[in-house]
C-alpha cells in the first residue's frame, strides 16, 4: 500500500500518535518515555494554548502502520507579539525514512501556506514556552525534565527536506560541588545587605498569587528574547497546575526591591530519573507509585527558568540568585545541575555560567524554512 497522511480524528488516532515514540525509542537507552496522560491533556483541545493558536494533527500510514506523526501549528499570540507570519510544527516523530518525514511535513507546509504563513519553524511542542528544539549534540546523557530527545537521523530528515538552522539552544551541567567565583559571591552579598532588597522561596500555601507573581516577572523578564510569547494567565496557571506535583519548594526564589516583584528562578527535580521507570508512560497500576517514592532517588536538577526585570538588572540579583539556589540544592541532597534552555547568544546568560565552570554539554536546534508553493 501506499504512503498515507491522515489527520487526527478521534480517541482511536490519539492513541496511536501518544504511543508512536515506543515504537521508534524500544532499543534506545537514553530515551525517557513521557507520561502518556500529561501528552493527552497537552494535546486537549480544552487546552488555553489553543485559545490562542489553531493546529492540525497528522499520521503517516502504510500498511495499518504508524510510521510518523507531526502538529502543524499557527500562534496567533507569536505572530501578533513579532509581527510575523511564521507557522510551526511539533511533536516531530518518524521512523528513519525520507519519504515519511518528507509527507509529514509537506503536509504542515502546505496548510500553512494556504494559511498566509510566510515561514515555519520548529520543532515546538507545541511552542517556545513548552518543549522545544532538536537535540543535536548530546545524545550520550538521559534528557532531564521537559527536554526533548530524539535520534541523531532526525537532523538529516529535516536538513534534506529544505530546512536551516534558524537558532540554537544550551543545555549547561555543571557539579553542585563548584567553587562559586569570588565575585559572584561579593556581589551577592553586598546584595543582601542591602535595604531594598529581600528575598524568599516560594510560599504553596498561597499558590496562585505565587504564580501570577510568577508570570508578571516572567512576561517582563523575557520580552526581549528571541522567540518569547507572553502567555496567558489562563494558560501559565494551568501550567504551573501540572508543574505543582514536581516541585521542590527549596528551589525556586524570589527578589523583590522596594516590595516590587523583581526576579526569580525556578528549578525543578529531574523527574526523569523517576519517569523513566515508569511501565510503558503510565500511573497505573503500579507506575503512580514510582512516581510518588522515586523522589529519593532524584540526585539531578534543572533550572528551567530565571528573570530579571531590566530595569533591575544592574543590581545583582542574578548573583543572588545563583549563590542562594546553589546553597539550597546542596542541602536538599542534589549533585548536579542543568541549566536549560539558553539562547546560543544570550550573552548575559552564557558568561556567567561558564565563569561558574558550567560546560555546555548538549544542544538544541530549531530549524526554519521560506514557504513557497514549490517547497
Not at 262 to 275: E, G, H, R, S
Request: glycine share 6%; proline share 5%; with cysteine.
Amino acid at each position: 500500500m501506499n504512503l498515507t497522511i491522515t489527520e487526527l480524528k478521534g480517541k482511536s488516532d490519539l492513541n496511536k500518535f501518544v504511543n508512536l515514540p515506543w515504537s521508534i525509542y524500544r532499543n534506545d537507552p537514553h530515551w525517557v518515555p513521557p507520561l502518556k496522560i500529561a501528552i493527552k491533556d497537552l494535546m486537549a483541545p480544552k487546552h488555553p494554548f489553543y485559545e490562542t493558536s489553531q493546529c492540525r494533527t497528522f499520521l503517516a500510514m502504510q500498511d495499518g502502520k504508524v510510521l510518523g506523526r507531526i502538529m502543524g501549528i499557527i500562534n496567533h499570540e507569536h505572530n501578533k507579539f513579532h509581527q510575523e507570519k511564521c507557522g510551526f510544527f511539533g511533536f516531530f516523530e518518524a521512523t528513519n525514512n525520507e519519504k515519511v518525514a518528507n509527507a509529514l511535513l509537506r503536509k504542515v507546509q502546505d496548510w500553512l501556506l494556504a494559511e498566509g504563513m510566510d515561514i515555519v519553524r520548529g520543532p515546538v511542542n507545541p511552542s517556545t514556552n513548552y518543549e522545544c528544539g532538536l537535540l543535536v549534540e548530546g545524545f550520550d546523557d538521559d534528557p532531564q525534565l521537559m527536554m526533548t530527545y530524539n535520534p541523531p537521523f532526525y537532523k538529516k530528515l529535516n536538513e534534506d527536506n529544505g530546512y536551516a538552522k534558524s537558532k540554537d539552544l544550551l543545555a549547561y551541567q555543571i557539579d553542585l560541588n563548584f567553587q562559586m567565583p569570588e565575585k559572584i559571591v561579593k556581589i551577592a552579598e553586598r546584595v543582601e545587605k542591602s535595604e531594598n532588597v529581600t528575598y524568599r522561596k516560594i510560599n504553596m500555601k498561597d499558590w496562585d498569587n505565587e504564580i501570577r507573581l510568577m508570570m508578571d516577572i516572567y512576561n517582563s523578564a523575557w520580552e526581549k528574547n528571541w522567540g518569547f510569547i507572553p502567555m496567558t494567565e489562563k494558560e501559565f496557571l494551568h501550567t504551573a497546575k501540572d508543574l505543582k506535583t514536581v516541585i521542590d519548594p527549596n528551589l525556586i526564589q524570589f527578589c523583590m526591591v522596594k516590595g516590587d516583584p523583581a526576579a526569580f528562578i525556578v528549578a525543578l527535580p529531574d523527574y526523569n530519573q523517576v519517569f523513566k521507570r515508569i511501565p510503558n508512560g503510565r500511573l497505573l497500576p503500579t507506575g503512580i507509585f514510582k512516581l510518588l517514592t522515586g523522589k529519593k532517588h532524584i540526585n539531578r536538577m534543572r533550572v528551567i527558568t530565571m528573570g530579571v526585570k531590566e530595569k533591575y538588572r544592574n543590581l545583582g540579583l542574578a548573583s543572588l540568585l545563583y549563590k542562594r539556589e546553589k546553597e539550597d540544592a546542596l542541602a536538599q541532597g542534589y549533585k548536579e545541575c542543568e541549566m536549560s534552555w539558553i539562547l546560543e547568544d544570550n550573552f548575559n546568560m552564557n558568561r556567567p555560567l561558564v565563569v561558574m565552570g558550567a560546560k555546555p554539554y548538549k544542544r538544541y536546534r530549531i530549524f526554519e524554512k521560506v514557504l513557497s508553493k514549490k517547497s
